[in-house]
């Protein structure tokens, strides 16, 4: 097999495209992987943890996020639009540039401050509902000697109360962490929230000779 030289400059742009996608996309199944690596070689004691994890839910968590935030841009998009051309004076034709030249800037900075912190909030939901969607899906295919079943049901609306909650210590109060020796004050506030929403069922047994004996 022979390597041929590309001579046709505007092939490099599709190839470098082509290899980043490429590694996006591997993104989810490599994650996977990793997920079940660390499971499977953590111990509680002498029970080992086990997790059949499948790369194709990862995909589909990984869609759903995109699918959202493709979903959350438009409405975004839309709203910004509407609101310039109401500004205006209700014509669509003032938001072409070669049409309406000079757009005032009171009539942008609303806007752009109003889309700003949209996208920061918006943001925040992808993340909780992310972690939320990743999180249970790992737990609730974990288990302990094949005996204790672990479940999470974190919620998207959970995660993000914490995070958001979290954001506004930090824009707000940034050295209230550091008072009480915290290195970031986003630490303080539901920090025992997943913990809170993870469970385990089963029994676990100790003979006397200490190894576990682990029963359902």
Request: proline fraction near 5%; charge should be positive; avoid cysteine.
């Amino acid at each position: 097999m022979y390597l041929t030289r590309v001579d046709d400059d505007s092939l490099y742009p599709i190839v470098i495209a082509a290899a980043f996608l490429g590694f996006y996309l591997m993104i989810p199944y490599i994650q996977a992987l990793f997920a079940r690596y660390r499971i499977n070689y953590s111990h509680y004691g002498q029970g080992g943890f086990a997790a059949e994890l499948s790369a194709g839910i990862y995909y589909l968590i990984y869609l759903k996020f995109l699918l959202w935030g493709l979903v959350g841009g438009i409405l975004i998009a839309i709203s910004g639009s509407v609101y310039l051309i109401a500004v205006l004076g209700g014509d669509p034709m003032s938001l072409n540039l070669e049409h309406n030249p000079e757009i005032p800037l009171g009539a942008v900075m609303p806007l752009t401050v109003f889309i700003y912190i949209v996208l920061i909030v918006f943001m925040i939901f992808l993340r909780a509902f992310f972690q939320s969607r990743l999180r249970n899906y790992v737990f609730g295919k974990t288990e302990l000697d094949e005996v204790v079943a672990l479940r999470s049901n974190a919620s998207t609306g959970g995660l993000f109360k914490v995070y958001f909650i979290n954001l506004l210590l930090v824009v707000f109060f940034p050295g209230f962490g550091n008072t009480l020796g915290k290195g970031a004050p986003g630490a303080l506030y539901g920090k025992p929230y997943p913990s809170d929403r993870t469970r385990g069922f089963g029994t676990i047994r100790y003979r006397a000779t200490g190894r576990a004996d682990l029963a359902g």
